[in-house]
């Protein structure tokens, strides 16, 4: 199904899960584990429903971080098999009500050491069991995402491929353009391509004004399906990553990301440029919510459910048309639709009723 979607257009997929479900009380910052699938199945139920009336045509199984290293952080490694397969099942509740497709989900194990081939059998046994659980419940693609080393990329794939399905494989790059095993990032993804990968791409970590230029390196070096899933928080040139921003001279990850957060408006400019460069699988992570979606899905041209509730400000009573303007009083309607060029009012000291909140 992914691949028949594809080939005739750009896929829209989903968004940040799991840093949506932390802002809205479900899910732990710094372990970052999901089980909120086992514990919350109706949140994250309600989050996927989110996206895809948002025009999410793919959701992801909430199996980021479900595996046996991090849910022994938690004290939970029993729950691995419920985690994988309600989440499959949830994700596939939701797909078959939007005609949405499930894609299973693997990321990385934080034991893959490349010097270790020990590691190396463990990070594939790993995967295996999350395969396992997930697979048997309704999966159409999987996708291993965040993965800093191709080496353990080569074994997610590997594991992906055994079972016959299509693999996308995301690789994150942080400060530099090459993986921690020290590969640019043109002869990784040759590489993955030329192992099978069906799409590859990039996730996390960078912003889409960091991470547009790197994809299109990737675009111009390999000939199978691309994929660009950026955070949507606000990045720089000198911190291209979200992890290290600073707010207030603190680092604001993870805690205070809030004024990082970018609008709807560039994360639709974001599809467009990821649609100019040749980018066929076209989604968020980490801060993309449902109203970024939405605003991506309508910038390609796409009504989606939930373009029922798109802005109508127009008739707004403030800063609406002529016809719908309520507010009588002059200075907020200058200052609420003009900026200090053209309304006076806002070059001027407050008044001391204005200072104490009157009108």
Known sequence: MILHLLKKDIVLGDGGAIFELERRGYVSAGPFTPEVAIEHPEALKQLQTDFARAGAQVLQALTYYAHEEKLKDIGKPDTLASINSDAVRIANEVAKEYGGVVAGNLANTWIYDPSDTATHKE????????????????????????????????????????????????LGFKSLDRTLDRVVLEDAFQELEDLGADIVGINCFRDPEQMLPLAARVRGKVS?????????????????????QKFQGRVAFPLELDPFVLTRIEMANYALKAKEIGINYIGGCCGTAPHH?????????????????????????????????????ERILCEQSYDPAVCHFMLEEPDEGTENGER
Do not use: W
């Open 293 to 329: 979606l939405r605003a991506m899905a309508e910038a390609l041209g796409r009504s989606v459910p939930n373009s029922k509730y798109s802005p109508r400000l127009e008739l707004h009573a403030i800063i609406g048309d002529k016809a719908h303007q309520k507010e009588r009083d």
């Open 123 to 170: 990070t594939r046994r790993q995967f295996d069991k999350q395969i396992e659980y997930q697979i048997s419940h309704g999966i159409d693609f999987f996708i291993a995402e965040t993965l800093e080393y191709l080496g353990e990329a080569r074994i997610a794939l590997e594991a992906i491929k055994a079972t016959g399905k299509p693999a996308m494989i995301t």
């Open 224 to 244: 199978c399906f691309v994929a660009t899933q950026p955070v949507a928080y606000r990045c720089t040139a000198e911190r291209p990553y979200f992890q290290i």
